[in-house]
């Protein structure tokens, strides 16, 4: 008589289809889950790409170039490269094109959960480009203000620690700069603030009302010298910088900059030196990759 296997072909071929899908699921399961950060080069700008451990995805800002949609030359490939085809959060920092000229192309190409921002006092064309789609879309806008705090998935927060709102003009100063959300992101061990733009006197009013500290942070304002006062890097007291910059004629990041974070020994990564880095958050460790060039860097924390 025949063996079974050589009788049974297809039942023998359907066990092992079972086994070895099963086989892939109990991995995929087994797999440590990781909070995943990308401060994405994008030329002069901002954008910052954060997906939580349980698959949650979130875009702050989207960055600028005037040569081209930065949302469908750059965004948009990284995202569906990585099989991103929809966003839980789009944030907007302000309401500037360094920070949101991507954002229409994006959020029209893409499913958009929720949108959060601060409303801005003086709304740019882009601004109001991106509010029509957002409302044809009738995407949730979410108009984020200091105190609050929001769960993303089971274990990410974000705390909103600026801008209150009724802000005072001494702290605006007419200066949309002075109206960036400023984030803090706490998942596990992993904090990180986002700081959109402040300048000084965002910082200065920060500096007294800051409860956590955070081991890294998003420089303000690409490294500008009107922001990143000594009283709030000390206020934050971060391990790890990032300045989000690319060329540019304003003098980003400024000498003065450079040092105050060197006097503290922070560790700096730029975009413009180091391309995308990427943060990874695993079993209480963080790991820190840089693209350009090619390096890897541990830390117990």
């Not at 991103?84 to 499913?111: A, F």
Request: hydrophobic share 35%; aromatic share 8%.
């Amino acid at each position: 008589e025949k063996p079974f296997f050589v009788r049974q072909p297809v039942f023998i071929c359907m066990c092992l289809i079972i086994i070895l899908l099963g086989g892939n699921l109990l991995a995929s399961y087994l797999k440590p889950k990781e909070l995943e950060i990308v401060f994405l080069d994008v030329g002069q700008g901002d954008s910052t790409f954060i997906q939580t451990p349980d698959g949650k995805n979130i875009l702050i800002d989207s960055g600028s170039q005037e040569d081209m949609d930065i949302g469908e030359n750059v965004l948009l490939p990284f995202l569906l490269k990585n099989g991103i085809s929809s966003l839980d959060l789009v944030v907007m920092s302000h309401c500037h094109d360094d920070h949101i000229n991507g954002l229409p192309t994006v959020v029209d190409q893409l499913d958009i959960k929720a949108f959060m921002e601060y409303p801005p006092e003086e709304p740019s064309d882009t601004y109001l480009e991106l509010k029509e789609i957002i409302n044809k879309k009738n995407i949730q806008v979410v108009t984020a203000s200091g105190g609050q705090s929001y769960r993303i998935g089971n274990e990410t927060w974000l705390h909103v620690l600026y801008p209150y709102e009724n802000i005072g003009q001494a702290i605006y100063h007419d200066n949309e700069n002075n109206l960036s959300l400023v984030l803090l992101l706490e998942c596990g061990e992993a904090s990180v603030l986002f700081t959109g733009d402040i300048e000084k006197e965002a910082e200065y009013y920060l500096a007294g009302r800051i409860k956590r500290q955070a081991s890294v942070l998003k420089v303000p304002h690409h490294g500008s010298n009107t922001s990143n006062t000594d009283i709030f890097l000390d206020t934050v007291s971060p391990d790890v910088a990032v300045i989000q910059v690319g060329n540019n004629f304003f003098g980003h990041p400024s000498s003065q900059t450079l040092k105050r974070l060197e006097e503290r020994k922070i560790e700096v990564y730029r975009n413009d030196l180091h391309g995308a880095v990427i943060l990874n958050y695993m079993k209480g460790r963080r790991e820190i990759q840089v693209m350009r060039p090619k390096k890897l860097r541990n830390f117990d924390k």
